[in-house]
């Protein structure tokens, strides 16, 4: 038996040695995962057997894994995201919190039309699509996804939300729906293939590069999306889409050249870096 804070404090030094970016916090949520718990209710955790398959033996197996960088996510399990749980792991895009931000402005858009008809491309985990759906209950959402993978988690999470889940390409989704959509959402790759070495070790090698990469200068799925989101919205319509910080001049760019957009605007983050985008579908016929 030991003491979680012996255990907690030597998976801390380890974490941090192995430059994990939050070793305290992903300390405690690995002890609270392997005893079924939450991080909270660990001080009403006397001791901690520790030994040949004991959860001793696991939070050690599971604290070097994080030392290697392996996603924290894909150790638990699952990821929170706004007001849902989503599973994941190896071969889907683990969602970030900042992305919660671009969701949010989904729901809230979405919410302020009647039967509003939303699509989430590259729906990845199916994180946005779930939020929407889970938010404004009369939405009608649909996401679309193309790596399998990852399509097999977002079908794994959406499952009996009601979204309209497919596999393909965003370049040719939902023709179906074109000029009948209110809400275009998309987090789409934008890292540029020369920026591979200043990507964080658990996104680089572990998140499908698809889902990663995206041209040289990380807007070739931007310039994909404009188009794409041109073709399903009505008038008036709106779309959203998360970039990289160094893109909040250039991102918005692809959609105010075309002629196609009027309210382009550029968002931050909670900490003020560029974010996401978003542009109203222009009225003009």
């Given at each position: 038996?030991?003491?979680?804070?012996?255990?907690?404090?030597?998976?801390?030094?380890?974490?941090?040695?192995?430059?994990?970016?939050?070793?305290?916090?992903?300390?405690?949520?690995?002890?609270?995962?392997?005893?079924g718990t939450t991080r909270s209710a660990l001080p009403l955790v006397d001791d901690v057997p520790t030994?040949?398959?004991?959860?001793?033996?696991?939070?050690?197996?599971?604290?070097?894994?994080?030392?290697?960088?392996?996603?924290?996510?894909?150790?638990?399990?699952?990821?929170?995201?706004?007001?849902?749980?989503?599973?994941?792991?190896?071969?889907?895009?683990?969602?970030?919190?900042?992305?919660?931000?671009?969701?949010?402005?989904?729901?809230?858009?979405?919410?302020?039309?009647?039967?509003?008809?939303?699509?989430?491309?590259?729906?990845?985990?199916?994180?946005?699509?779930?939020?929407?759906?889970?938010?404004?209950?009369?939405?009608?959402?649909?996401?679309?996804?193309?790596?399998?993978?990852?399509?097999?988690?977002?079908?794994?999470?959406?499952?009996?939300?009601?979204?309209?889940?497919?596999?393909?390409?965003m370049a040719e989704a939902f023709v179906d729906l074109d000029g009948q959509v209110d809400v275009v959402?998309?987090?789409?790759?934008?890292?540029?293939?020369?920026?591979?070495?200043?990507?964080?070790?658990?996104?680089?090698?572990?998140?499908?590069?698809?889902?990663?990469?995206?041209?040289?200068?990380?807007?070739?799925?931007?310039?994909?999306?404009?188009?794409?989101?041109?073709?399903?919205?009505?008038?008036?319509?709106?779309?959203?889409?998360?970039?990289?910080?160094?893109?909040?001049?250039?991102?918005?760019?692809?959609?105010?050249?075309?002629?196609?957009?009027?309210?382009?605007?550029?968002?931050?983050?909670?900490?003020?870096?560029?974010?996401?985008?978003?542009?109203?579908?222009?009225?003009k016929p």
């Amino acid at each position: 038996m030991t003491r979680p804070r012996s255990l907690l404090a030597e998976a801390v030094a380890r974490l941090a040695a192995a430059g994990v970016p939050s070793p305290e916090h992903d300390a405690f949520e690995l002890l609270a995962h392997v005893l079924g718990t939450t991080r909270s209710a660990l001080p009403l955790v006397d001791d901690v057997p520790t030994g040949p398959g004991t959860p001793g033996e696991r939070y050690d197996d599971l604290v070097a894994r994080r030392a290697a960088r392996e996603p924290l996510q894909h150790l638990t399990g699952s990821a929170a995201f706004r007001y849902v749980e989503l599973a994941v792991g190896p071969g889907v895009f683990t969602p970030r919190p900042e992305t919660e931000l671009l969701a949010g402005w989904a729901v809230e858009e979405a919410g302020a039309r009647p039967d509003a008809v939303v699509v989430d491309l590259c729906t990845g985990s199916g994180a946005i699509a779930l939020s929407v759906a889970t938010e404004v209950p009369g939405a009608r959402v649909h996401a679309v996804e193309l790596d399998p993978d990852a399509f097999g988690w977002a079908e794994r999470n959406l499952a009996g939300s009601g979204v309209d889940l497919r596999h393909g390409d965003m370049a040719e989704a939902f023709v179906d729906l074109d000029g009948q959509v209110d809400v275009v959402v998309c987090n789409p790759p934008y890292v540029p293939l020369t920026a591979w070495d200043g990507v964080a070790p658990e996104a680089r090698d572990h998140d499908p590069h698809l889902a990663l990469f995206s041209g040289d200068d990380g807007l070739d799925a931007m310039r994909v999306l404009e188009r794409v989101a041109a073709r399903l919205l009505r008038p008036g319509g709106v779309v959203g889409a998360e970039h990289a910080d160094l893109q909040g001049e250039s991102a918005p760019a692809v959609l105010s050249g075309t002629g196609r957009w009027d309210r382009v605007r550029d968002h931050a983050d909670l900490v003020g870096r560029p974010r996401y985008l978003t542009a109203r579908r222009t009225l003009k016929p």
